[in-house]
């Protein structure tokens, strides 16, 4: 079992910047992946950003250039930098970790992105 704990959500205005986290219960390095997914109401969920245990990163298109993922081992934890923010980008961001093949999910933290 891996235990998710994300923060950070909030509101900020159109051009602004936030930073994500989200703390595992157990090493990063024992993780096959970990990253974060979004869902904004009537829409399905998205790939946001993932960084593997390896460090390779991938991003979904929207996003590419204006968020950054990145890890602190020593802190378990992952980061999703988020630069240049629009309101399109208004949604529930999950945090998710791929542990021998399961899939596991923070409870979401809100972002919303003002006009």
């Known amino acids: 079992q891996v235990q998710l704990v994300e923060s950070g959500g909030g509101l900020v205005q159109a051009g602004g910047s936030l930073r994500l986290s989200c703390v595992a219960s157990?090493?990063?390095?024992?993780?096959?992946?970990m990253g974060w997914y979004r869902q904004a109401p009537g829409k399905e969920r998205e790939l946001v950003a993932f960084?593997?245990?390896?460090?390779?990163?991938n991003y979904g298109d929207s996003v590419k250039g204006r968020f950054t993922i990145s890890r602190d081992n020593t802190k378990n934890t992952v980061l999703l930098q988020m630069n240049s923010l629009k309101p399109e980008d208004t949604a529930v961001y999950y945090c998710?970790?791929?542990?021998?093949?399961?899939?596991?999910w923070g409870q979401g933290t809100q972002v919303t992105v003002s006009s």
């Open positions: 998710n970790a791929v542990y021998r093949n399961i899939n596991y």
């Open positions: 157990k090493t990063i390095f024992s993780i096959n992946s």
């Open positions: 960084i593997t245990s390896g460090g390779s990163t």
